[in-house]
């Protein structure tokens, strides 16, 4: 079991370009998560997946945030211009449930917007 | 937003000593979570406790929820050098969407 498989680990960008992040969860679990992590605001939940179906967007900060999981093994988070204050670390997860589970998640992508 | 609270936020104690951490919530749960995050990583799962109940271990973990107060606790006895990580709690709602919340985490430093 690889685990959950996040790409890039660094992104670096400047302000306005188009930045996509890669997930490819743990082969047979039917959740997926997209989180953010910031010194100031901690681990945000931005969106959730179950069987590839959105679930719940509404941590998504704005409409330059959108995310895809077109099917079980693959998911991408895009922001659209990028923007200084998007710097962050960008988490997946997967889990083999939605109710209940643990989450397992991959080691996070390094995003820093210039 | 935020749901779990924890604390402390730091914690530094010595090698072999006992650590406690602390989560506060504010709605209804069916369970919750602990996770560990060592620098640069992602979080790893520890413990998972539902709403019924109160108790749980796990090797040298030991968490306990109390629903009526709506906090938790998590004990590591006996601590390593390679306990030194930052502790985070989460939340499941009542509403069984599988939607996990956060709280801010504690860094614990065991120092050898």
């Known amino acids: 079991d690889a685990g959950v498989i996040q790409s890039p680990r660094h992104e670096v960008t400047e302000m306005g370009q188009e930045v996509t992040l890669r997930c490819k969860p743990i082969?047979?679990?039917?959740?997926l998560f997209w989180y953010r992590q910031t010194m100031m605001r901690g681990l945000e939940l931005l969106i959730y997946?179950?069987?590839?179906?959105?679930?719940?967007d509404s941590g998504m900060p704005e409409d330059r945030f959108s995310a895809k999981m077109p099917n079980a093994s693959f998911s991408t988070l895009k922001i659209q211009p990028s923007e200084p204050r998007d710097s962050a670390v960008y988490f997946c997860?997967?889990?083999?449930?939605?109710?209940?589970?643990?989450?397992?998640f991959g080691n996070g992508t390094r995003l820093t917007v210039t | 937003s935020q749901q779990g609270e924890e604390d402390p936020q730091a914690l530094s104690i010595q090698e072999g000593e006992n650590a406690t951490m602390n989560c506060s919530y504010k709605?209804?749960?069916?369970?919750l979570q602990w996770y560990r995050q060592n620098s640069g990583r992602g979080l790893v799962h520890l413990i998972l406790?539902?709403?019924?109940?109160r108790e749980k271990h796990s090797g040298r973990l030991r968490v306990t929820l109390d629903t009526s107060k709506k906090s938790s606790s998590l004990l590591i006895t006996a601590s390593r050098a390679a306990d030194t990580a930052s502790y985070f709690c989460?939340?499941?709602?009542?509403?069984?969407?599988?939607?996990?919340?956060f709280g801010q985490g504690t860094t614990l430093q065991v120092k050898p």
């Open positions: 997860a997967s889990s083999p449930t939605p109710k209940e589970s643990p989450l397992h």
């Open positions: 082969s047979g679990h039917n959740s």
């Open positions: 997946f179950n069987n590839n179906v959105p679930i719940d």
């Open positions: 709605t209804s749960i069916n369970n």
């Open positions: 406790i539902r709403s019924n109940e």
């Open positions: 989460a939340t499941g709602s009542s509403g069984n969407t599988g939607k996990l919340i």
